[in-house]
């Protein structure tokens, strides 16, 4: 089975649609990039709005949206303070998959390896923080923030990663006083026509990575 039905609620009356696993949900986007980028694009677009599809289509632009970023190049960025696009330049960055948080590096695009990190998608240390979301809007945790270790006063620039066409529309998170005036929230827009087609040579590495973040959770899970 490719997907399982997840009930969100006590009385089993709404529900949600899961991939099955993480390692699943890599093949069949691999599958789709095959078989052209029209198709993996149409998976993406056409569930918008059906919140029970939500998590499905989150993995699918998650995955994407990784690869996208820490190969770096020049973004265009939709500033959600001032309302006004900017292109950005972004290096590069190898990609370092981390347990603690203590264990991200500066200038590596980390990665937590569990799906359940509360703060963030990626970091670079000191002042870089991703969220990757095809949602209109997502909330900033300032509990998880306060466990990244990005103390003192300097400004943290917080991109959320999303669709182009959802840029514009995109709202701002709510924060407290103190984090509200470090944070410089920020939209980075990827069109899918550029980047699905890109990535279809390279996308057998982001199908190893998927795996071995599996394989680490069953092992906790067996030590457990």
């Not at 972004?90 to 347990?99: A, L, N, S």
Request: net charge positive; glycine share 6%.
């Amino acid at each position: 089975m490719l997907v399982h039905l997840v009930p969100i609620d006590d009385q089993y009356i709404f529900t949600e649609v899961r991939w099955a696993s993480r390692k699943l949900c890599a093949i069949v986007l691999e599958v789709l990039i095959e078989q052209g980028k029209r198709k993996a694009k149409e998976i993406i677009l056409s569930t918008r709005g059906i919140c029970a599809y939500g998590s499905l289509r989150g993995y699918l632009f998650e995955n994407l949206a990784h690869k996208v970023i820490a190969e770096g190049g020049r973004f265009q960025v939709f500033d959600l303070n001032t309302r006004i696009w900017k292109e950005e330049e972004f290096p590069g960055r190898k990609v370092k998959q981390f347990k603690q948080v203590n264990e991200a590096k500066p200038g590596h695009h980390n990665v937590p390896l569990s799906q359940t990190f509360q703060s963030v998608d990626a970091l670079v240390p000191p002042d870089i923080l991703y969220q990757m979301t095809v949602s209109p809007s997502h909330g900033i945790k300032e509990r998880g923030l306060d466990t990244l270790n990005f103390t003192g006063t300097y400004p943290i620039n917080f991109y959320f990663v999303t669709l182009i066409e959802g840029c514009e529309s995109f709202k701002k998170a709510k924060l407290g006083n103190e984090w509200d005036a470090r944070i410089k929230q920020k939209v980075i827009g990827i069109n899918l026509d550029d980047a699905i087609p890109k990535y279809q040579a390279t996308f057998h590495e982001e199908v190893m990575m998927i795996l071995r973040v599996k394989r680490a959770r069953v092992d906790r899970a067996d030590r457990g």
